[in-house]
T-cell receptor
Framework: DIQLTQSPSFLSASVGDRVTITCRASQVITNYLAWYQQKPGKAPKLLIYYASTLQSGVPSRFSGSRSGTEFTLTISSLQPEDFATYYC?????????FGPGTKVDIK | EVQLLESGGGLVQPGGSLRLSCAASGFTFTTYAMSWVRQAPGRGLEWVSAISGSGDRTEYAGSVKGRFTISRDNSKNTLYLQMNSLRAEDTAVYYCAKGGRTIFGEALDYWGQGTLGTVSS
């Protein structure tokens, strides 16, 4: 199975901060990586697909990039509604594994 | 508006069975792959299973292969997950999610609100 590791696992930040979350895949997955946001008690929400394509309706402060098997989610200016847990998922090879998550908390 | 509504969760004893349903609306159901994703209490997301739009291809996580069966009834716009030989570690909120036109490569763009399945004696 393809393993995804996320770093950091926890991040404390302030409103207005630039935030970067990294997801590393254990094998090549081309661009078949998605990013989701989940708030407590809610279903996940798709933010980014194909590594860097912004889902319709998602604010442009969210962006994604890829370098080999390393993927990055960037929030350019953190807003109060962005405090949540973020997950990456690879869709290249089944099982379509998720990363362990990165919780973004208020500093 | 895309809507996914799960049902069928509940309390079951170890070794028992549950059948989850997900009623879909707001899109052409037969065109899209569908998945089940679960989340144990206080834990991260775990992909469970996926099925193609026509239902002719299915994929499973190793942890559920041989015990769970995904299926769909395109005439009823409904996705199912039959869960047998349940274990305590299957306790989770189960989400259904809409995929793309193929199982592979396509992210999950709409999710239901989830249904809780609890396995306990």
């Amino acid at each position: 199975d393809i393993q995804l590791t996320q770093s950091p696992s926890f991040l404390s930040a302030s409103v207005g901060d630039r935030v970067t979350i990294t997801c590393r895949a254990s094998q090549v997955i081309t661009n078949y990586l998605a990013w989701y946001q989940q708030k407590p008690g809610k279903a996940p929400k798709l933010l980014i697909y194909y590594a860097s394509t912004l889902q319709s309706g998602v604010p442009s402060r969210f962006s994604g990039s890829r370098s080999g098997t390393e993927f990055t989610l960037t929030i350019s200016s953190l807003q109060p509604e962005d405090f949540a847990t973020y997950y990456c998922q690879q869709l290249n090879t089944d099982p379509f594994t998720f990363g362990p998550g990165t919780k973004v908390d208020i500093k | 508006e895309v809507q996914l509504l799960e049902s069928g969760g509940g309390l079951v004893q170890p070794g028992g069975s549950l059948r989850l349903s997900c009623a879909a609306s707001g899109f052409t159901f037969t065109t899209y792959a569908m998945s089940w994703v679960r989340q144990a209490p206080g834990r991260g997301l775990e992909w469970v299973s996926a099925i193609s739009g026509s239902g002719d291809r299915t994929e499973y996580a190793g942890s559920v292969k041989g015990r769970f069966t995904i299926s769909r009834d395109n005439s009823k716009n409904t996705l199912y997950l039959q869960m047998n030989s349940l274990r305590a570690e299957d306790t989770a909120v189960y989400y259904c999610a809409k995929g793309g036109r193929t199982i592979f490569g396509e992210a999950l763009d709409y999710w239901g609100q989830g249904t809780l399945g609890t396995v306990s004696s």
